[in-house]
């Protein structure tokens, strides 16, 4: 009987605990203390831990132990070698920390719920991190618990090991996570492009532990807002960077019923070919399109995991949404003549070309505008940087700027906070203001101007018809 002090980590199911290595009598007691794992985000506040005692031990001479099934145990009968085996022989078989050994853990819970078994001892925790059930004759026990990972609840498990007096153990269980990012400069929670850019996004998470499951679920669920349009040919899903193949592993719905732009439907067995804990990594691209909006809504995308959180039933949890947002900029234009503020002018009919090089008028224009009757024109939808305002027609019967407008658009501490600059002056209420001036009307025939020509012309002319005059005079007189 000594190899049924077997050990098994069963995560997110119930427990057995084997206790029979004191050499006391069955008379004596222990108590088991179940601590979350160090850095896991479940709580165990306010969760109940039942023992269930499978089997009694009676102590003998040395390190002998005598095992026999408990009354509420006698008729259980779902293991494989049933009939032939007793239970206690076939847990001799098992190997520690085994699958068989976590499936026949949960064979053993199936039965006591269904047998509305009593628990030989409960305790409800009254911290986040532990709890202890006291006073447990020595034994051969099931522990079943739950615990909580964002106000949720998930079965919970700790680990199957020998009792002795005020044991310690951890629970091993913990709730998968995921992370969401946006290539920025690097992976960030925002970003900041213009309408027709493409943006990357990667989805991060872990293979989970999928001992006492034998299928889990396991759901990326994503929504984009309506200013992204999803490029489903750039989805690449990988694990230990390795690319998975869609249809045969994993299953794309690019139109789900639950109103999500989609969901990645991994195979309920997949995991079980994986260690625990191995990367998960998904890519996609998204197109910013005419209907995405400027700061400070932006253009948000979420992601959410869902995932198995029971081995005995079909019960999911889900993460809390992962979002990442993309921003676009915006400054406005105003053209006007007079002074500012004081009697200026709205001008319409002027045209203008935004470039990113002043100089290029060919490859460097990402946008030609014309002012309306008000004279403002709205941009939106561009990322930090610097541009140039060029005019190309002014309006009728005002000169033209020779000197193009650099416009600078510049990010502040918080992804929605942006100034404007003009020329390197702050641009207030992100409006650039573009002044016109019309100038003095040049001369027509007959006027003043006119004789002034003429008198130039003829004080030019002069000492010319002068100097040949001379020059043949002196020729005839040679002559």
């Not at 679920?217 to 490029?231: E, P, Q």
């Not at 600078?408 to 003009?422: G, L, Q, R, Y």
Request: hydrophobic letters at 40%; glycine letters at 8%; aromatic letters at 10%.
């Amino acid at each position: 009987m000594k190899n049924i002090q077997k050990i098994a980590s069963l995560t997110l199911v119930v427990i057995l605990m084997l206790a029979c290595a004191l050499p006391v009598m069955a008379a004596d007691t222990a108590s088991i203390t179940i601590s979350k794992s160090p850095g896991s985000g479940i709580s165990l506040n306010g969760q109940t831990f039942s023992a269930y005692k499978i089997f009694d031990v009676t102590a003998g001479e040395g390190n002998s132990y005598g095992y026999s099934i408990a009354s509420e145990f006698a008729a259980f009968s779902n293991y494989p070698t049933s009939g032939t085996q007793s239970l206690r022989e076939y847990i001799d078989t098992l190997d520690d920390d085994g699958v068989v050994l976590n499936a026949l853990a949960v064979s053993l819970w199936d039965y006591i719920d269904t047998n509305s078994i009593a628990a030989t001892g409960s305790e409800t925790a009254v911290s986040t991190d532990t709890v202890t059930i006291s006073d447990l004759p020595y034994g051969y026990y099931l522990v079943y618990g739950s615990a909580t990972s964002e106000g949720k609840p998930l079965v919970a498990a700790c680990t199957l090991t020998t009792l002795a007096k005020n044991e310690n153990i951890t629970l091993k269980a913990d709730a998968p996570t995921v992370t969401h990012q946006v290539w920025r400069t690097d992976w960030d929670t925002w970003a900041d492009t213009s309408i027709w850019s493409t943006v990357d996004y990667r989805i991060t998470s872990k293979v989970p532990v999928m001992t006492g499951y034998t299928s889990y679920t396991y759901t990326i669920h994503g929504n984009l807002s309506d200013g992204l349009d999803l490029d489903e040919t750039s989805i690449v899903v990988k694990i230990d960077n390795s690319p998975l193949t869609a249809g045969v592993v994993y299953t794309l719905n690019l139109n789900p019923t639950d109103g999500d732009s989609f969901d990645i439907v991994f195979n309920p067995n997949l995991f079980a070919t994986y260690s625990p804990g191995t990367a998960i990594e998904i890519t996609y691209s998204a197109d910013v399109n005419p209907a995405a909006k400027p700061v400070v809504a932006g253009n948000p995308s979420g992601v959410v995991l869902e995932y198995s959180n029971d081995p005995n039933t079909s019960g999911t949890g889900r993460t809390p949404n992962q979002q990442v947002t993309v921003h676009l900029y915006y400054f406005d234009i105003y053209k006007y003549t007079g002074t500012l503020g004081v009697d200026d002018r709205a001008l319409a009919g002027a045209m203008f070309e935004l470039r990113t090089d002043a100089a290029d008028a060919d490859t460097a224009v990402i946008k030609t505008l014309g002012t309306p009757a008000n004279g403002i024109r709205n941009l939106s939808g561009f990322p930090v940087g610097t541009y140039y305002l060029v005019e190309t027609k002014a309006p009728d019967g005002f000169n033209r700027l020779e000197t193009p407008i650099e416009i600078e658009i510049k990010a502040m501490d918080a992804p929605s906070s942006f100034d404007v600059m003009a020329d390197g002056t702050l641009a207030l209420w992100k409006t650039v203001n573009v002044l016109n001036n019309s100038g003095p009307m040049l001369p027509s025939t007959g006027g003043s101007g006119t004789v002034i020509f003429y008198l130039l012309g003829i004080m030019l002319v002069t000492p010319f018809l002068v100097s040949l005059v001379l020059r043949k005079k002196r020729k005839t007189n040679r002559e």
